[in-house]
């Protein structure tokens, strides 16, 4: 028997099948990790065994395999087919796409089984013996809590770890190990799973009544086609989460597994706690705030099908959920599961193929679904669900706009109008609470007028132009064109021309200083760095340890709190002119979600936005709660400035210690690759469809000491724009630059 195995080594020069024989006793199937003999060394180099043959298939001789790593089969048959997939859609080695399917740390065996020491009563302990041994002289117990010890485990099936019994019989330590060292206890050791929900114990709840259309979208999602995707757009609070733990219930019954995939900020205990009410031990996490033992554990009960409902961040598109049957995406407009690293796959993308390939369906929710999915569905590609009430028949709740130019112009040039701290002063005296959001987004600033709010923006693509420190000039991230920074308004003449970007540091002080006895609580980057900090921040400010919580986008999703009724976004437009096409969307997105959070129970929720562009449509529509006239007029702009759903990026970088080398590299490869792409293109109208080829500075020109340089490459999207990206993949390959560090199609970041 032979083996074709898949070297565990990111490397394209070892990126195809090595062949090994399997000796005669060692049982080895598909999918199952190995440690084979690598190299003219043979040094023993981890690997996953993709096939098994009876012929090896070449006359050379073939070394054996060393022996298998773990007694399973890490990988399902379906995931060795995602990961072909994986290669040739994400070019990565197949090395990169097998081991974003198993817990990272499983690679080098750095995490193992957990077994707790556990405790039993020897077989040869007799209590009357026992007894007469502790008995003093005079009759009396000398020692009460070893009997006690003796007592809770003198049961057939009594075994217990000594944490398990201390936290029975209080103090008991020393009883234990007095027992442990008279041979009436004696050791015995069992595999515990590590259980990321320690501690955190749920009421179990049943299905609600569903109302009807709610129903309507169960219905639609239960008959829909194998493999097909369905877009729910539901806003806050319309029960879309209901709808889903009710698919999944149904999936359940036939005995199919589900993937559930929220942004990585959602994670909350909340949200996880809602299904797990629902579904009990059946529910495992997926997310990086759990341990390295927490996750080899959460992992191998799904991969042992011992829990059936994997909720979890991006990467739990790769669980390996067996005969699934559905896969929820919630907030499916959220950049993050556009995955930055290594293969830089689209949740979205990989969750369609798993679908299409085990017959699941594909259920994407969100208020504000992103314009793409949205465009698809208008065009049939996928299956519209609408949900357009609120459950509790609540209007959404108010939203105020200030203008905080005029504010400027009537003297007021800190961080609260007028409204907000009156909104705020009223809030705190009804011993309510606030959230102040803020967003940062990205390391590029633009630059405006405090005066008027203009913004600079480029001629050609209308986004905003990002200030560049390095030459102090400013730059569109999308064609390249620059110019210098002003010191003076082109538009009203004021000299109050500054560089956007407040803190929520800033934000805090400020706070305090106006309402002195103010108790706040800040979450932002700096302040969740922790294992649970996120959790503790959300769990302290819940208990009401806070009257105001103050932060970055993490505070806008996820959070459920009845007594927030003020929400104040104290500087919308911060997403808006961020230097990126997609800015208007997410500013419009973000601004929805945020004043979905605000007067969720029985109290009236309200909502300030502070702004300086407050006739600009992501914030206007946005208080009329208007997705579909956003939609409408975004994608018409879309398609004027050929922008994607209509065009797509290609973003090549290179990287190097040395500028010269970067920037020679990124000019070598776009003139090469416009030919190849051209030629490509010939049959067609190669014009029309190769937008531009652009080399140039990245936005962040240097970071941890490398150079940056980028080859933006806009195409029109037609029939032929697989064949134009193809081109791209082939050029790289046959004119490999040192310098290039990824190519990634529809980036989120330009950055
Ligand atoms: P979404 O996910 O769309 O924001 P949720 O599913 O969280 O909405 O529902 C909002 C609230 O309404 C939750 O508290 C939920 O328990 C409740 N809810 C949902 N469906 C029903 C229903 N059919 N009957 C009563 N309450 C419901
Ligand atoms: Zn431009
Ligand atoms: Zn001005």
Same mark, same amino acid.
């Given at each position: 028997m032979f083996a074709r195995v898949i070297v565990d080594i990111s490397n394209t020069n070892v990126d195809r099948l090595f062949t090994y024989s399997v000796p005669e006793q060692l049982k080895v199937a598909p999918g199952q990790r190995v440690l084979v003999p690598f190299g003219r060394g043979n040094k023993p180099i981890e690997g996953f065994v993709i096939a098994l043959s009876? @012929? %090896? /298939?070449?006359s050379h001789a073939v070394k054996p395999i060393?022996? !298998?790593? @773990? #007694?399973? !089969?890490?990988? !399902?048959a379906e995931q060795l087919g995602l990961s072909e997939w994986i290669c040739s859609a994400y070019h990565c080695t197949r090395a990169d796409s097998l081991r974003g399917m198993i817990p990272a740390k499983l690679r080098g065996s750095r995490v193992k089984e957990k077994t707790v020491r556990t405790l039993r009563l020897s077989p040869s302990a007799d209590r009357s013996e026992f007894i007469a041994g502790i008995t003093a002289k005079d009759g009396g117990i000398k020692a009460p809590k070893q009997l006690e010890v003796f007592d809770l485990l003198d049961h057939p099936n009594a075994e217990y770890s000594s944490a398990d019994i201390c936290a029975f019989i209080p103090g008991a330590s020393a009883a234990i190990s007095a027992l442990v060292k008279k041979g009436v206890l004696i050791e015995a050791g069992r595999e515990a799973y590590r259980d990321p929900f320690a501690g955190r114990d749920v009421e179990p709840t049943l299905p609600l009544p569903l109302l009807p259309a709610q129903e309507q979208a169960l219905k639609t999602i239960c008959t829909a086609e194998p493999g097909e995707v369905l877009l729910l757009h539901g806003v !806050? /609070? %319309?029960g879309k989460t209901e709808v889903y733990m009710q698919a999944i219930s149904a999936e359940l019954e036939k005995g199919r597994g589900a993937i559930v995939l929220v942004p990585e900020i959602s994670l909350t205990p909340q949200t996880t706690d809602r299904f797990r009410s629902r579904f009990g031990d059946s529910v495992a996490v997926l997310h990086s705030h759990l341990s390295d033992g927490e996750r080899f554990d959460e992992w191998r009960r799904i991969r042992f099908s011992k829990a059936r409902v994997v909720i979890g961040a991006r990467s739990a598109v790769f669980a390996p959920v067996e005969e699934l049957g559905i896969i929820i995406i919630d @907030? +499916?407009? +959220? %950049? %993050?599961?556009?995955? +930055?690293?290594? #293969?830089?796959?689209s949740a979205i993308e990989v969750a369609r193929r798993r679908a299409r390939l085990t017959g699941a369906r594909l259920v994407l929710g969100s208020a504000t679904p992103s314009l793409t999915s949205y465009y698809r569905a208008k065009r049939g590609m996928y299956k519209l669900i609408e949900l357009k009430e609120r459950i509790n028949g609540d209007a959404m709740p108010r939203v105020d706009i200030v203008d905080m130019r005029a504010e400027y112009r009537s003297g007021n040039n800190g961080i609260f109008s007028a409204l907000l701290r009156e909104a705020l002063s009223a809030c705190l005296e009804r011993k309510e609470q606030a959230i102040l959001f803020l967003n940062r987004r990205g390391y590029s600033s633009h630059v405006e007028c405090r005066a008027c709010g203009f913004v600079f923006t480029c001629v050609s693509c209308d986004v905003a132009m990002t200030y560049h420190k390095f030459d102090n000039v400013l730059r569109c991230h999308y064609c390249g064109t620059s110019s210098c920074v002003p010191n003076k308004c082109p538009s009203c003449g004021s000299e109050f021309v500054k560089f956007s970007g407040i803190g929520t540091q800033q934000v805090e002080e400020q706070l305090h200083e106006l309402f002195p006895s103010i108790r706040t609580l800040r979450m932002d980057t700096d302040t969740t760095g922790g294992k649970n900090s996120h959790r503790d921040i959300l769990d302290s400010f819940t208990r009401g340890d806070a009257d105001v919580l103050i932060g970055t986008q993490m505070v806008a999703k996820g959070l459920d709190i009845p007594n927030v009724t003020l929400v104040g976004v104290v500087f919308a437009d911060s997403t808006l002119f961020h230097s990126d096409y997609r800015s208007s969307e997410r500013t419009f997105q973000l601004l929805t979600q945020v004043a979905g959070r605000a007067g969720r129970a029985d109290k009236e929720g309200r909502v300030v936005i502070q702004t300086n562009a407050p006739e600009h449509r992501a914030i206007a529509l946005c208080t009329r709660h208007d997705y579909k006239t956003f939609f409408n007029l975004e994608i018409k702009d879309r398609l004027h400035t050929l922008f994607p759903p209509f065009s797509v990026f290609a973003r090549a970088l290179f990287t190097s210690k040395s500028e010269d080398e970067a920037a020679e590299a990124a000019g070598r490869f776009s003139e090469g690759v416009t030919q190849r792409i051209l030629g490509v293109l010939t049959d067609f109208s190669a014009q029309d469809e190769l937008i531009f080829v652009m080399p140039g500075a990245a936005p962040i020109r240097k970071r941890e000491g490398e150079y940056r340089y980028a080859v933006i490459i806009k195409l029109a999207r037609t029939a032929h724009t697989a064949k134009a990206i193809e081109a791209i993949y082939a050029y790289a390959n046959e004119k490999p630059e040192d310098a290039l560090r990824s190519i990634e199609i529809n980036p989120q970041d330009m950055l």
């Open positions: 009876d @012929e %090896s /298939g070449t060393i022996r !298998t790593l @773990e #007694p399973y !089969t890490v990988l !399902t !806050t /609070g %319309s @907030e +499916e407009h +959220e %950049s %993050s599961y556009q995955s +930055e690293l290594t #293969p830089k796959y």
